[in-house]
T-cell receptor, first 113, second 114 residues
Framework: AQTVTQSQPEMSVQEAETVTLSCTYD???????LFWYKQPPSRQMILVIR??????QNATENRFSVNFQKAAKSFSLKISDSQLGDTAMYFC??????????FGKGTKLTVNP | KAGVTQTPRYLIKTRGQQVTLSCSPI?????VSWYQQTPGQGLQFLFE???????NKGNFPGRFSGRQFSNSRSEMNVSTLELGDSALYLC?????????????FGPGTRLTVT
């Protein structure tokens, strides 16, 4: 079964700085999707960014970008110019042939003013 | 367009009782998935419904069940509640039952079992 590991339970960053959240996964599949979800204190989970494994180019969405290393099974999220509204739990998730999203335990990110 | 709605938002039940949670997907979305979120186990996939049929199921006991109606609204039911069922239950909808489509999450139902 696939597993997703987020090794940083908590992180903090100063406003306007850059922070990188780590995620590693274990799979024997070749085709899959990886996601970063954000869950603010209000609890509504929203998709931040998505990466298809067959695409070599790293996905980017405004201030959010990923570093996808397929061979290393690593999928880190970089947040540039951090804002107070980025404070949230961040979940890395894997979706493969089983079509069941597998989540990591999450990283609690706090952006300090 | 209205987002995914879940009712009720909060619920307190007693061990042994049963509970039904409701999820209304975004208009036009045909797939609804359910997840359980607890501090210990994190987020775990419960099941997915598409066109009134269960397409996929996670590793949960048979006490957890669900259904989907013709208007794509979905309900999940937990019978014989246990203390360990206390959790945030999240529902997510997507256009189709294929993983190339983004899932949109609802605010969740916080279930407390005493």
């Amino acid at each position: 079964a696939q597993t997703v590991t987020q090794s940083q339970p908590e992180m903090s960053v100063q406003e306007a700085e850059t922070v990188t959240l780590s995620c590693t996964y274990d799979t024997s599949e070749n085709n899959y999707y990886l996601f970063w979800y954000k869950q603010p204190p209000s609890r509504q989970m929203i998709l931040v960014i998505r990466q298809e494994a067959y695409k070599q180019q790293n996905a980017t969405e405004n201030r959010f970008s990923v570093n996808f290393q397929k061979a290393a099974k690593s999928f880190s999220l970089k947040i540039s110019d951090s804002q107070l509204g980025d404070t949230a739990m961040y979940f890395c998730a894997y979706l493969g042939g089983s079509e069941k999203l597998v989540f990591g335990k999450g990283t609690k990110l706090t952006v300090n003013p | 367009k209205a987002g995914v709605t879940q009712t009720p938002r909060y619920l307190i039940k007693t061990r042994g009782q049963q509970v039904t949670l409701s999820c209304s997907p975004i208009s036009g979305h045909r797939s609804v998935s359910w997840y359980q979120q607890t501090p210990g186990q994190g987020l775990q996939f419960l099941f997915e419904y598409f066109s009134e049929t269960q397409r996929n199921k996670g590793n949960f006991p048979g006490r957890f069940s669900g259904r989907q109606f013709s208007n794509s609204r979905s309900e999940m039911n937990v019978s014989t509640l246990e203390l360990g069922d206390s959790a945030l239950y999240l529902c997510a909808s997507s256009l189709e039952a294929y993983f190339s489509f983004e899932q949109y999450f609802g605010p969740g139902t916080r279930l407390t079992v005493t």
